[in-house]
């Protein structure tokens, strides 16, 4: 169901551009920037192939993109095939907190990021 919703979200930037409201809060105004903030406009470049602006905005809006496209692709051979693609793994505890540790510093570096951009992520464009 996410996929699908994403799916149709790429869809949508595609053929009809960026959405024509603003989104975004109070703080965004003020210069605060959050991780996500360019994410719209850069999967809308991203979906067109300019994937140097998609990635000026926001790297997360390349991934997400790639992430719907993979979901899709998945949805797509097991409707055909009848067989789904289930990867899974076991990962082991010490594993799964180094993980969160790296993912919480990347999502750190992201927001001091989109922080150095807040001028160009409060443009309309």
Known sequence: MVGALGL??????????????????PLHRVGIM???CGG?????FTTH???????????????SVAAVVLVAGRAVIGFRTGHWLSP??????????????IAVVLLGMLEIRQQGRAELLMTLS
């Open 8 to 25: 149709l979200m790429a869809v949508g930037l595609l053929v009809f551009g960026l959405p024509p409201i603003d989104p975004h809060g």
């Open 34 to 36: 959050d991780p996500l």
């Open 40 to 44: 719209s406009r850069s999967a809308y």
């Open 49 to 63: 192939a300019d994937f140097a602006e998609a990635w000026r905005y926001n790297p997360l809006g390349i991934v």
């Open 88 to 101: 899974s793994a076991r990962v082991p505890s010490r594993a799964r907190w180094w993980g969160v540790a």
